[in-house]
C-alpha cells in the first residue's frame, strides 16, 4: 500500500501538535495575567432555560442508584456516582458534564432538589477523577449546567452551600479561560467561549470576561459555522447540541438588556435551515459523521425557531450535504469531502453515502454512530458502514487510529492520537457536484477521488428521483484513471444498508422485495453486479446496535465499469 500521502500528514500533524504543544508549556511563563484571577463571582443574577427536554421519571431512576449515560448504566447502590470508575469514557464524560441535573429539576420535588445539591456537594468536595473532569468539552458542558440548573441547586440550601457552589462557577469560568489562553482544539474552543458567555451574562463579578468571551465567540463563530449553516466538522450531532446551547444564549444577552452579537444572530440563522436540510420524516437526522440516535424531542424544539412551514435548504455546498425530496419521498446525500484535519475526530468515510426515507419509515440508512465503544465506533467510520461503495475492503478514507496502517504501532503516532484523538489523515480531495431536474425528475451526481490513490479509481454516482411512478434510480460508475494497473483488479462492492423495520425477500426472478413496516412494498433491482442479501448492523438504533441487512452489488473493476440500480415503490 503506498504510505506517501498519510506519510506527509502524519509528518505535518506531527509538526502542528508539538508546536502546540511548546506554546502551551510556554504559556506558563509568558501568558498575560488572566482576567479571573482575583475576580469572584458574588451572585448569580439569571438562570438560561435550558432547551434540551427532561423526564422527570429519570429523577427516580437517579433517585434509585441508576445512572444511564451514553448507552452504559451503573447501579451506585447508595454510594456517590464519583466513587465509581466509570463504564466508559463516553458515560463519564455525561456524568461530569452534569446535564442530567435537568431530569432532577423536572421532578419538581423537594426529594429531587436535595438530590441534585448532594450530587453537586460530592463533586465541589473533590470526590472522582480531576483527569475525567477538566477536559474543556466536559468542563464548558459542566458550566452551564450549573448556570442553568441553578434555581434547583439552590433553593433550600444554605448560606454555606451557596458560597461553595459560586465559588466552583468561579473556578470552572478561570478554567476555561485559561484553556483559551492556551492551543484548544477549534470545537474545544467554541464550547469554552459558550461557557464563558454564559457565565459572564449570568454572575455578578466577573463582568471583564464577558467582553473577552464575546469576542472569542464571535471569532470562533465566524471562523467555524459556514456560509451554509453547517459546521466545519461536518458533524449533525455538534452542530444540534451547539444550537440547543446558542439559541438559549441569545435570549440571555435580550435577558440582561445587551445586544446580541451578530456573530451569534446570523450564526442561529444560518444552522436552522441547514438541519433542516439533514432531517428525514421520522423527525430524526441522516447518519452521517459522528451522527446517532438523534434526540427527536430536541431536534423538534430547536425547529420550532425556524417555523414549522419553513421549506428545508435543498443543497449545502460548504457542508457537503444535498436533498432530493418528491412527495413522501426523502433522499438525502453526502456529497463532501472530510473536514479539516483537526476537525475530523468524529468524521466518517461516507463520500456519496444515501438516506432514503418514505414518510416515516426509513429505507436505505447508514450504520450510524454507536453511543459508546473505541473499537465499535471506528467501524462505524468507514466506509463499508455507509451505503456507498469500497474498493478492496478499504475506507475512502485513512483514519490516525488504524490498527493496519503503517503509522500503527509508532510512537508519535500514539502520542498524537492521545493528543488529537481518531482525525482522518487522507481522504477525497476533488469532490465534484451537479444538481439539476430532467423530465421532471430530480438529478444529482457526483464524483470523488479518494480510491485514486492507491487503486487509480475514481467512483461516480447519479441519483435520479422521480414521482410518477416513485422511484430512485442510480448509476455507479467506476473510472480508471491509468495508475495501479498491476496485479489483480481490485473487488468493488456497492453498499445498500436496511432500516432494521425492513423485511428484505428475494425473488426468482431477480431483484429483491423490501417491505416496510407501514405496508408500503418497494422493489431492488440492479444490471452489471451480482447482488446479495448479506448481515449489517445499526449502530444508531435508540435501544443500542441492532442486526439487519444490507443489499450488496459485487463486481471486479478491470476496466471502467457501470453498475445500474432502482429502488422503486410497487
Not at 138 to 153: D, G
Not at 332 to 342: I, K, L, S, T, Y
Not at 367 to 374: D, F, L, Q, V
Not at 399 to 409: T, Y
Amino acid at each position: 500500500m503506498g504510505r506517501g500521502p498519510e506519510r506527509w500528514q502524519l509528518y505535518r500533524l506531527l509538526g502542528r501538535e508539538v508546536v502546540r504543544a511548546v506554546r502551551e508549556r510556554a504559556a506558563r511563563f509568558t501568558a498575560r495575567p488572566e482576567i479571573l484571577t482575583r475576580a469572584r463571582v458574588t451572585a448569580l443574577v439569571i438562570a438560561p432555560h435550558d432547551l434540551r427536554t427532561s423526564d422527570a421519571s429519570l429523577a427516580d431512576d437517579i433517585y434509585s442508584g441508576l445512572f444511564v449515560f451514553a448507552g452504559r448504566s451503573l447501579v451506585v447502590s447508595g454510594r456517590s456516582p464519583f466513587d465509581y470508575d466509570p463504564p466508559s469514557p463516553d458515560w463519564a464524560d455525561a456524568l461530569y458534564g452534569f446535564g442530567w441535573l435537568r431530569h432532577l429539576r423536572a421532578a419538581d420535588t423537594a426529594l429531587a432538589r436535595a438530590n441534585a445539591r448532594a450530587f453537586v456537594s460530592d463533586f465541589m468536595s473533590g470526590r472522582g477523577e480531576a483527569a475525567r473532569a477538566s477536559p474543556v468539552p466536559v468542563a464548558s458542558r459542566r458550566l452551564i449546567s450549573f448556570l442553568c440548573q441553578s434555581p434547583l441547586v439552590l433553593e433550600g440550601a444554605d448560606h454555606a452551600f451557596y458560597q461553595g457552589f459560586l465559588k466552583a462557577v468561579g473556578k470552572g469560568a478561570r478554567d476555561l479561560e485559561r484553556s483559551l489562553r492556551r492551543s484548544a482544539p477549534p470545537q474545544s474552543r467554541l464550547l469554552a467561549a459558550v461557557a464563558l458567555t454564559y457565565a459572564g451574562l449570568c454572575c455578578e463579578g466577573i463582568e471583564p470576561i464577558l467582553r473577552r468571551a464575546t469576542r472569542i465567540l464571535v471569532r470562533e463563530l465566524d471562523a467555524q459555522i459556514l456560509p451554509d449553516g453547517g459546521h466545519r466538522s461536518r458533524d449533525p450531532r455538534f452542530a444540534m447540541e451547539l444550537l440547543l446551547d446558542l439559541l438559549p444564549l441569545r435570549q440571555s444577552f435580550l435577558s440582561r438588556s445587551v445586544d446580541p452579537p451578530e456573530a451569534l444572530l446570523r450564526a442561529v440563522d444560518r444552522m436552522l435551515p441547514a438541519l433542516r436540510l439533514l432531517r428525514h420524516g421520522d423527525a430524526s437526522l441522516s447518519h452521517f459523521n459522528g451522527m446517532g440516535v438523534t434526540a427527536a424531542d430536541h431536534l423538534a424544539t430547536l425547529l420550532v425557531y425556524d417555523g414549522a412551514g419553513t421549506e428545508p435548504l435543498m443543497y449545502a455546498p460548504h457542508s457537503g450535504y444535498a436533498r432530493l425530496e418528491t412527495g413522501r419521498v426523502v433522499l438525502v446525500c453526502d456529497v463532501g469531502a472530510p473536514p479539516p484535519m483537526e476537525q475530523s475526530r468524529e468524521a466518517g468515510a461516507g463520500c456519496l453515502s444515501f438516506e432514503l426515507t418514505s414518510g416515516a419509515q426509513r429505507i436505505v440508512v447508514n450504520c450510524g454512530t454507536p453511543a459508546s465503544g473505541g473499537e465499535v465506533r471506528r467501524m462505524s467510520r468507514s466506509t463499508a458502514a455507509h451505503a456507498t461503495a469500497t474498493v478492496a475492503d478499504t475506507s475512502s478514507c485513512r483514519f490516525l487510529d488504524e490498527p493496519e496502517g503503517w503509522w500503527g504501532r509508532r510512537l508519535a503516532a500514539r502520542w498524537l492520537l492521545a493528543r488529537r484523538g481518531p482525525v482522518v489523515l487522507r481522504g477525497p480531495t476533488d469532490v465534484a457536484v451537479e444538481r439539476r431536474t430532467e423530465s421532471g425528475a430530480l438529478v444529482l451526481a457526483a464524483r470523488h477521488d479518494g480510491y485514486a490513490a492507491e487503486f487509480g479509481i475514481v467512483h461516480e454516482r447519479r441519483w435520479r428521483l422521480a414521482e410518477a411512478p416513485v422511484r430512485l434510480e442510480g448509476e455507479d460508475a467506476f473510472r480508471r484513471d491509468g495508475r495501479h494497473r498491476r496485479g489483480h483488479p481490485p473487488a468493488v462492492a456497492v453498499r445498500f444498508h436496511l432500516h432494521t423495520a425492513v423485511t428484505v425477500q428475494a425473488q426468482e426472478e431477480g431483484g429483491v422485495l423490501l417491505t416496510l413496516q407501514t405496508g408500503e412494498t418497494w422493489r431492488f433491482t440492479a444490471e452489471g453486479a451480482t447482488l446479495a442479501i448479506e448481515d449489517s448492523v445499526y449502530f444508531a438504533g435508540v435501544v443500542g446496535a441492532r442486526r439487519t441487512a444490507q443489499l450488496v452489488l459485487h463486481l471486479t473493476v478491470a476496466e471502467d465499469m457501470l453498475v445500474r440500480w432502482r429502488i422503486e415503490r410497487v
